[in-house]
């Protein structure tokens, strides 16, 4: 796992989804007007187009133009890979690019992560892609990661496999319930937002895995810190307490980036804090 802390690697083949059936603009249109709970009217309005034009539209009796699906994708707040997808189906090239991490054109995004991950130490702090699979770390992760199955490190391994399954950290995570919880509804919303089909099977992967009889089985609820959900993690050390952020790219225009996320940890109490500092040294 050293080598999380050198480089950026892209997703792999195998984390990919497979590629769906050839669907007509209108399908993927009111897929996604469906998805965001939009009616035609509401569509029409926000797009600033007759209702009439917009039925003609899904139904396929109206070609839009470019400049249509890019503004119907805006308001529909499409993510960029699924705008590319618009765009084909409608008969246009896509416009937005997806390189890998270690492409020179994404040097400055790149270095830019690895800081972030560095200066964060001596907390964790994580690079994930769309489908949470690993893309980097600071040095503080292996060490947490030290009592894992090896056959979950393999590859890419994918952080919410390794905090849930019964080999991985779930042993060792205090509350157990809740973060299951808690990811869970992460992971929903995700599905909710992308309607990615790999998100789907992760989830029904995850929530398949047992509970040990003693897990704490208590919801998202008074534990809370403020906005907060706390991560409770048994170590030689005793148990650390942490509280996590995520950290997107805000105005991306690159696949790649739009679906890259940064999890960092930052200690509850001062318990932990000197704990990971007494860890780092």
Known sequence: ?????????????????????????????????????????????????????????????????????????????????????????????????????DDPALSAAREAVQLILRSHEPNPALAVDRHWNLLAANAMVPQLLAGVDPQLLQGQPNVLRLSLHPRGLAPQIVNLGQWRHHLFERLRQQVQATGDATLVSLLDELQGYP??????????????????MPFRFR??????????T??????????????????????????????LRAMAS
């Open 235 to 244: 170590t030689p050390a005793g148990v650390l307490n942490f509280i996590s």
């Open 1 to 101: 796992m050293a080598a999380m802390d050198t480089a950026l690697a892209a997703p792999s083949a195998a984390a990919r989804p497979a590629a769906a059936a050839p669907k007509s603009f209108g399908e993927h249109l009111r897929g996604w007007r469906l998805r965001r709970r939009m009616s035609q009217l509401d569509l029409a309005g926000e797009a600033d187009i007759s209702t009439r034009h917009l039925s003609f539209v899904e139904n396929g009796r109206s070609a839009p133009s470019r400049e249509m699906v890019l503004r119907l994708a805006q308001r529909l707040d499409v993510p960029l890979r699924e705008r590319n997808a618009l765009l084909v189906a409608a008969g246009y090239a896509p416009m937005y690019r997806e390189r890998p991490l």
């Open 211 to 228: 509970v040990p009889p003693d897990a704490d089985a208590t919801r998202l609820g008074g534990e809370l810190l403020g906005v907060a």
């Open 246 to 275: 995520t950290t997107v790219f805000g105005t991306p225009v690159d696949i790649t980036l739009q679906e890259l996320a940064l999890e960092t940890f930052f200690p509850a109490d001062a318990a932990t804090a000197q704990a």
